[in-house]
C-alpha cells in the first residue's frame, strides 16, 4: 500500500516545525516515520520562506534556513496544473493548497484556515481528498494506531 499523500498549508508547517506544538505530537511522529508524505509546491514553499522572516518570529538567517530545509527534504514536489476544476477558496493565496493536494493526489489537505476548513464539503473537493484540522488528523492516526479491542461476553 502506498504511503498516503498528506497537504500541509503554511501554518501546520510552523506548528510542526518552528512550534513544535505537542497537540501535533501523533502529525510530527507520523511525519518522521515516512508514514505520511508530504507534497508541496514551489510557490508554497517560497510563502513558507516568507513567514519564516517575519520579524515576529525573530528567527535568523541561519534557522530559516535550516527550518526551510528540513521542510523541504521531507517533501515530494508536484506540478502547477491542476487536471480538474477546483472551487475557488475565499482566500486567494490558499488556492495553491487546493491544486497541490489535487495534483499531487493528496488524500488530506492539513489546515486550521476556516477558509479552506470550508471547502471541505465541495463535491468538487470531497471527491479528490479531504480538508481536515491538524488535531483531526492526528486523533485519526492515533485511532488508526490503536490496537483492536475485543468484547466477550462472559
Not at 49 to 70: N, W
Not at 80 to 102: M, N, Y
Request: hydrophobic share 40%; net charge neutral; proline share 7%.
Amino acid at each position: 500500500m502506498p504511503t498516503p499523500r498528506v497537504v500541509l498549508d503554511t501554518n501546520t508547517v510552523m506548528a510542526l516545525w518552528l512550534f513544535d506544538d505537542p497537540r501535533l505530537h501523533a502529525l510530527k511522529q507520523a511525519l518522521a516515520r515516512k508514514q505520511l508524505q508530504p507534497v508541496c509546491r514551489s510557490d508554497a514553499l517560497d510563502e513558507l520562506r516568507c513567514v519564516l522572516a517575519y520579524p515576529q518570529f525573530a528567527l535568523d538567517a541561519g534557522r530559516q534556513s535550516t527550518l526551510l530545509e528540513a521542510y523541504a527534504e521531507t517533501c515530494d514536489w508536484t506540478g502547477t496544473s491542476p487536471p480538474e476544476p477546483l472551487p475557488r477558496c475565499r482566500d486567494a493565496d490558499d488556492q495553491k493548497f487546493l491544486e497541490i493536494a489535487l495534483c499531487g493526489r493528496a488524500r488530506w489537505l492539513v489546515s486550521r484556515d476556516k477558509a479552506l476548513l470550508k471547502l471541505a464539503r465541495h463535491r468538487l473537493v470531497r471527491a479528490q481528498f479531504s480538508i481536515l484540522t491538524p488535531e483531526t488528523l492526528c486523533l485519526q492516526l492515533a485511532q488508526d494506531r490503536a490496537p483492536a479491542t475485543t468484547h466477550r461476553d462472559d
